[in-house]
């Protein structure tokens, strides 16, 4: 994989991981960094392109009649390069590498920014002037405007053969945890039982918890002399006696 182009990537939400593409930059010691890729800046302000925006540096006089929520300059679309993106993207699949590179190359897509900018009128008296400032912090907070995945992909493909490896490897994992889980609670439970009622029965009832159908969906209590099983997920339980 080279600088400068797109690739695909596992975004290894804990609880949900997805698929997602970017602008491959480099490979670091532990992982690879990628670039977030957005559309290109469609705001006008006072008719100006926000990016050519520049804050002004000469205060001028208020309107006449001014307060708090009067508006001092205008916020607008660029109508014809809105349609133009909506039309673009809107026919693109996220599964089309080139097209996405494309779309790069021609600027149509670019790099997201470290920060958000925004305008805020600077008061000063009975002045004012229009600057573009930056947020004290990234994009989103805990966000950054750069991925550091382990593993990048030359196709979508190749990306969803990795993920579904990754949801096997961790339902697996989540099963193996859940059986723990369900033999400790076994062990407690016996461990109950025979100092009420001695250790003759103790492999029996063992073996009846084990073969138990998906016995990791349900909880085992100890009450009053009994061993109870009841499922996790039911709100009002239904206990069935065991031993």
Same mark, same amino acid.
């Given at each position: 994989?080279?600088?400068?182009?797109?690739?695909?990537?596992v975004n290894?939400w804990?609880?949900?991981?997805?698929?997602?593409?970017?602008?491959?930059?480099? &490979?670091?010691?532990?992982? =690879?960094?990628?670039?977030?890729?957005?559309?290109?800046?469609v705001?006008?302000?006072?008719?100006? %392109?926000?990016?050519?925006?520049?804050?002004?540096?000469e205060?001028?006089?208020? %309107?006449?009649?001014?307060? $708090?929520?009067? %508006?001092?300059?205008?916020?607008?679309?660029?109508?014809?390069?809105?349609?133009?993106?909506?039309?673009?993207?809107?026919?693109?699949?996220?599964t089309?590498?080139?097209?996405?590179?494309?779309?790069?190359d !021609?600027?149509?897509?670019v790099?997201?920014?470290?920060?958000?900018?925004?305008?805020?009128? /600077?008061?000063? =008296?009975?002045?004012?002037?229009?600057?573009? &400032?930056? =947020? +004290? @912090?990234?994009?989103?907070?805990?966000e950054? !405007?750069? $991925?550091? %995945?382990? /593993?990048?992909?030359?196709?979508?493909?190749?990306?969803?053969?990795?993920?579904?490896?990754?949801?096997a490897?961790?339902?697996?994992? +989540?099963? $193996?945890?859940? *059986?723990?889980?369900?033999?400790?609670?076994?062990?407690?439970? *016996?461990?109950?039982?025979?100092i009420? =009622?001695? +250790?003759r029965?103790?492999e029996?009832?063992?073996?009846?918890?084990?073969?138990?159908?998906?016995?990791?969906?349900?909880? *085992?209590?100890?009450?009053?002399?009994?061993?109870?099983?009841g499922k996790?997920?039911?709100?009002?339980?239904? @206990?069935e006696?065991?031993?």
């Amino acid at each position: 994989m080279q600088s400068g182009e797109i690739c695909y990537f596992v975004n290894d939400w804990p609880l949900k991981p997805y698929i997602t593409f970017g602008l491959y930059e480099y &490979k670091g010691m532990c992982a =690879h960094t990628v670039s977030k890729l957005r559309t290109p800046e469609v705001r006008l302000i006072n008719g100006v %392109p926000f990016d050519d925006f520049e804050s002004e540096t000469e205060f001028k006089k208020l %309107p006449k009649g001014w307060a $708090y929520n009067t %508006p001092l300059w205008e916020e607008s679309v660029d109508q014809v390069k809105y349609r133009e993106y909506k039309f673009l993207f809107g026919s693109v699949k996220v599964t089309d590498r080139l097209t996405i590179q494309k779309l790069y190359d !021609n600027g149509l897509l670019v790099k997201a920014p470290v920060v958000d900018l925004f305008i805020e009128a /600077e008061i000063d =008296h009975d002045k004012y002037r229009i600057a573009k &400032k930056a =947020h +004290g @912090w990234p994009i989103c907070y805990g966000e950054s !405007n750069t $991925y550091h %995945p382990d /593993e990048v992909f030359e196709s979508y493909e190749k990306a969803s053969m990795y993920l579904n490896e990754l949801k096997a490897k961790r339902y697996q994992d +989540g099963m $193996y945890c859940d *059986l723990l889980d369900a033999f400790e609670n076994i062990d407690w439970v *016996l461990e109950k039982y025979e100092i009420d =009622h001695g +250790g003759r029965e103790i492999e029996t009832i063992r073996q009846k918890l084990l073969s138990s159908p998906r016995i990791w969906e349900y909880m *085992l209590r100890y009450y009053n002399g009994q061993i109870l099983k009841g499922k996790r997920d039911e709100k009002n339980k239904t @206990w069935e006696v065991v031993a």
